[in-house]
């Protein structure tokens, strides 16, 4: 029996290449780019095993003196060529960054997308489908508004409810405010004595300030009870001292401590004087794919906007929020743009760009549906549960440690303690010396005006019991040291 010879070995790149090279064999080269097969190999191979790299926490920022001197210039008249531009990318600009996505980032609010979600933003990208308008893009955009059909179910909308897919919580905010804005015009008639108004809690996020300075609207500061929620009185008091008020914002889980107003009654009071209520669940809200957190959003069913950042919460990569409307009337009144080119747009299909301040988009919600698909529903509610979970397990090991201090029982995923003794010079130091190692990454921060230190649990994959390790064996010393 005669034996095939041996194949000499060949590294995954490599077969990568081959079947890339082939795949592009019927396609010509540019009269103006050339031949472009090696840097697309070269990207779709870095792309793919990528995707399947473990990360580390380190915190690994450099200046940009530094970057300058070891990466030179770039954009030059004749090309630097793909492998040098995928030599410098791989190994001096990427490290140079902070990875999301690993299970020892509890800073801030991570993300974790799925491994189907990210490989899925390269088909995106390649499809490169215009997704401003139904015409340009009507398949991409009907499996977008599946995905926002499951979160609008899970506000209790109706049928009717519509939104769309923006770059990130800053740009939803800013498009809700500006409909309700646009919106309360309409009904009252006439811009009010001394300007429109937007009230909110000192807890809502830096984005709602930065919206209103935008839209040219005054920011009414509620005060928070003792809890830190908004609540339905202090609102209502507001409303009741200051009739430019057109527009409140709730909060579906703060960024800092994670805390949901008490929308219920904020609803009842806003609606009572005929006032937008604009929910920012872009942390927080996708708890409300998680049935033992459902519960504390009641009263969002009746609110009027909400946005959602799936990038944070909702396991899909950067940059994704999900904007809706309960009724998107007001929102297309707003919002939809007409020029003499755009006159043949069938405005009785789903146009995204009716729907917030943007024309031209990518189809940023494909790849959450691709990995909504993929998994299904009840794998995404056991994944938030997972951050609920996490949170609570910490938690409870702060609460009976010796050493640390509970600051508040956790509402979502999000915990804020404190280290007796310590300065926030010794929190910094502590922190730091975390991150550069690799060990985990948790920065300081601020609570009720002392320093503090908080958790971020949105990855299903982090460990609470080596959290728990961390926090017991480097936070001994009392004076951080």
């Not at 590294?11 to 697309?40: C, I, K, M, N, T």
């Not at 015409?135 to 995905?147: K, Y």
């Not at 800053?170 to 429109?196: K, V």
């Not at 939809?336 to 919600?365: C, F, V």
Request: glycine share 8%.
């Amino acid at each position: 029996m005669t034996q095939d010879p041996v194949q000499p070995h060949s590294s995954p790149a490599s077969d990568f290449s081959r079947a890339s090279d082939a795949l592009q064999s019927h396609l010509p080269p540019s009269p103006v780019w050339g031949d472009e097969r090696e840097a697309v190999n070269l990207a779709l191979g870095w792309a793919a095993a990528h995707a399947t790299t473990p990360s580390d926490p380190k915190t690994t920022a450099r200046s940009a003196e530094e970057l300058q001197a070891e990466v030179g210039e770039t954009i030059t008249a004749g090309g630097i060529g793909a492998p040098r531009a995928m030599q410098l990318f791989d190994e001096v600009l990427l490290p140079a960054t902070r990875a999301s996505d690993d299970p020892m980032n509890l800073a801030y609010i991570p993300a974790a997308p799925t491994r189907a979600a990210v490989a899925f933003d390269t088909v995106v990208s390649a499809a490169n489908v215009f997704g401003g308008i139904w015409e340009g893009g009507a398949g991409a955009i009907f499996a977008e508004n599946q995905v926002l059909r499951w979160i609008a179910d899970l506000l209790g909308w109706p049928a009717d409810a519509a939104g769309v897919f923006v770059s990130g919580g800053t740009s939803g905010n800013l498009s809700a405010l500006a409909t309700a804005r646009e919106d309360a015009l309409r009904r009252r008639g006439r811009r009010p004595e001394g300007g429109w108004a937007l009230a909110c809690a000192s807890t809502a996020h830096s984005s709602v300030a930065g919206a209103a300075r935008l839209l040219d609207m005054d920011v009414v500061t509620v005060p928070v009870d003792d809890r830190g929620h908004l609540t339905g009185a202090a609102l209502a008091a507001a409303l009741e001292a200051d009739p430019r008020i057109c527009a409140v914002v709730a909060s579906g889980g703060t960024t800092n401590a994670g805390i949901v107003d008490d929308i219920a009654a904020v609803v009842e009071a806003a609606h009572a004087h005929d006032v937008w209520v604009h929910v920012d669940g872009a942390y927080g809200g996708a708890a409300l794919a998680a049935p033992s957190a459902r519960e504390r959003f009641t009263g969002i069913e009746q609110a009027d906007s909400f946005i959602v950042d799936p990038h944070k919460w909702l396991f899909a990569p950067y940059d994704c929020c999900a904007l809706l409307y309960r009724d998107p009337r007001p929102a297309a009144a707003a919002h939809s743009q007409h020029a003499s080119y755009l006159d043949s747009i069938d405005r009785g299909e789903s146009n995204p760009s009716d729907l917030a301040a943007h024309l031209s988009r990518r189809t940023r919600g494909l790849p959450l549906w691709y990995s909504l698909a993929t998994h299904g529903t009840e794998a995404y509610s056991a994944a938030v549960e997972k951050g609920l979970s996490n949170a609570r397990t910490v938690a409870r090991a702060i609460r009976e440690s010796e050493h640390l201090e509970l600051i508040a029982e956790p509402e979502l995923s999000v915990v804020v303690f404190r280290r007796p003794g310590w300065t926030a010079p010794a929190y910094r130091r502590w922190s730091q010396r975390l991150a550069k190692t690799g060990t985990m990454l948790c920065v300081p921060t601020s609570v009720n005006g002392e320093v503090a230190l908080r958790l971020a649990f949105v990855n299903p994959a982090t460990d609470p019991q080596a959290v728990i390790e961390v926090l017991t064996t480097t936070m001994q010393e009392a004076d951080g040291s």
